[in-house]
């Protein structure tokens, strides 16, 4: 639950920062007639991805065996990567990312097409929707319970829906240095936590051997992810597993140590015009 809650809070984020940020603009040119469009093609965006994401699930759902396992580690690496992109690119484009998309309503209004502004929210909408499809199905890798995953997405996602109106409506407590700082650290631990949880699963079927079966095993239920809450958060916030191979421990700080500290020390400020939509009635979207 907790990391599909993560997943969907940020992702859900992005897609609403986007969505807010274009009708915001074309409220300011007095355009908001064409904010139909906008709304048109993240709907058609939306449904695509959703409908995409079903088809993977069901399709991954229906293997077992060793085949099965071999799928889900190949998806947990790739959710892994997807995730460290998705991070880098965030806290780069932070800072332009006002800029860049009201030079693109720009272009899309001057084309005169109505959807070639449909376009600009469909495409953008549908690679986050088809990221946050690929990474829901990551977060599954391992997991016992869809139903907590499904109630903390919808979590996320509501609060990220109520997050945007806030920008979009200019507020000036929506702090996006600090959310996205925040919640990239925690991103990394669970692209580290995946990176783990393939390494398991290739081990399981076959593909990769061990050095160490076990580096440790720790016993009581409060730790175990079939038995204690904490467990159970550990293991879906950061692939914890009681009793992990070499390997796993390995490639989890061969990841963590060195792309925590790129992101970290590369993070700058965000300017304040990206906190906040609207300053004041004459001030430009963030």
């Known amino acids: 639950m907790s990391s599909a809650f993560l997943i969907m809070l940020r992702e859900g984020l992005e897609m609403a920062l986007i969505v807010a940020i274009v009708l915001a603009y074309l409220r300011k040119v007095d355009r908001g007639a064409d904010a139909k469009l906008v709304w048109y093609g993240a709907l058609a965006a939306g449904a695509i991805a959703l409908g995409a994401g079903a088809i993977i699930f069901v399709v991954v759902g229906d293997l077992s065996g060793r085949a099965e396992q071999i799928v889900e580690g190949v998806v947990a690496l790739a959710a892994a990567g997807v995730l460290t992109w998705m991070v880098f690119w ?48 990551g977060n599954t890798v391992g997991s016992k319970s869809s139903a907590s995953a499904f109630v903390g997405g919808v979590a996320g996602l509501a609060i ?6 806030l920008i979009y409506k200019g507020s000036r407590r929506v702090n996006l240095k600090s959310f996205f700082q925040v919640t990239g650290v925690l991103v990394l631990l669970f692209a580290a936590g995946l990176l783990a949880r393939g390494v398991h699963e290739f081990q399981e079927a076959g593909l990769i051997g061990s050095f160490h079966a076990h580096v440790w095993t720790i016993g009581g239920a409060w730790l175990s992810p079939d038995g204690g809450w904490l467990g ?24 963590l140590a060195p792309v925590g500290f790129l992101f970290l020390s590369g993070t700058r400020a965000v300017p304040t015009g990206v906190r906040s939509v609207e300053r004041t009635k004459t001030s430009a979207p963030a």
């Open 232 to 255: 159970k958060f550990l293991e879906s916030m950061f692939g914890w597993n009681p009793s992990p191979s070499l390997e796993m421990v390995l490639i989890f700080v061969a990841y």
């Open 90 to 137: 965030m806290r780069d484009q932070a800072r332009i990312i006002k800029s860049d998309l009201q030079h693109r309503v720009d272009r899309a209004l001057a084309s005169g097409s109505a959807m070639a502004l449909a376009g600009l929210a469909f495409f953008s909408i549908l690679r986050e929707g088809l990221e946050t499809a690929l990474l829901l199905l």
């Open 160 to 165: 990220a829906v109520a997050l945007g109106y």
